[in-house]
């Protein structure tokens, strides 16, 4: 089945910081979403974004699914900033979602 | 607007009790639903999904089951719970196949079984 990688797994910054989060993925797919956990454990939706780019306020998201991998810009960051952001593609053929394997996000004020 | 709901939000089981987690969707027809599990500190694990009534693929072999009994609610069980079968689990919705197919999760429900 498809492997959907997310780096880093961790990272910590300073509030104010900009930070990259990157997904890979190993086979085509239909769409991908873009999620941040919040500490009580809820997904919010960040982005829908199959391809191309996106942006919502300090968040923005590309997609170049033709080389299998999705990028989420986070810039200035602030303190609820914190949490797990997670992908998940949507295998070409399929109705699944698989996620990525995530990354945990810490701002420090 | 479309919403979703899945109770309870906390739970603590005996090891070898039953189970029965229910999620419903309001707001939209023939949605597909998903159940995902997340053990503590983990990615997300799709369990079952369904794409219509009495229609339920299993994604891992494990203890639990799901059915689908109406169009817009999704069942998650398990005749005798094991202390493995803790974890944080999350039903999902959205509608179609192929592009413009938004996935949207409910609030959870965080199983420990003891």
């Known amino acids: 089945g498809i492997q959907v990688e997310q780096s880093p797994p961790d990272l910590i910054l300073q509030e104010g910081a900009n930070s990259t989060l990157r997904c890979n993925f190993s086979?085509?797919?239909?769409?991908l979403q873009w999620f941040h956990q919040n500490p009580w454990g809820q997904l919010i939706n960040l982005f829908y974004?199959?391809?191309g780019t996106k942006q919502n306020g300090r968040l923005s998201a590309t997609t170049v699914a033709t080389e299998r991998y999705s990028l989420l810009y986070i810039s200035s960051s602030q303190t609820t900033d914190s949490g797990v952001y997670f992908c998940?593609?949507?295998?070409?053929?399929?109705?699944?979602?698989?996620f990525g394997t995530g990354t945990r996000l810490k701002v420090l004020a | 607007s479309q919403t979703i709901h899945q109770w309870p939000a906390t739970l603590v089981q005996p090891v070898g009790s039953p189970l029965s987690l229910e999620c419903t969707v309001e707001?939209?027809?023939?949605?597909?639903l998903y159940w995902y599990r997340q053990a503590a500190g983990r990615g997300l694990q799709l369990l079952f999904y369904?794409?219509?009534?009495?229609?339920i693929s299993s994604e891992v072999p494990q203890n639990l089951s799901a059915s689908r009994p109406q169009d817009r609610q999704f069942i998650l069980s398990s005749k005798k719970l094991l202390l493995s079968d803790s974890g944080f689990y999350l039903c999902?919705?959205?509608?179609?196949?192929?592009?413009?197919?938004?996935?949207?999760f409910g609030q959870g429900t965080r199983l420990t079984v003891v």
């Open positions: 999902a919705w959205s509608v179609g196949v192929g592009v413009n197919t938004e996935a949207f």
């Open positions: 086979d085509s797919v239909n769409n």
């Open positions: 974004i199959p391809s």
């Open positions: 998940a593609v949507n295998p070409s053929g399929t109705y699944k979602y698989i």
């Open positions: 707001g939209t027809s023939n949605p597909n």
């Open positions: 369904s794409v219509g009534i009495g229609q």
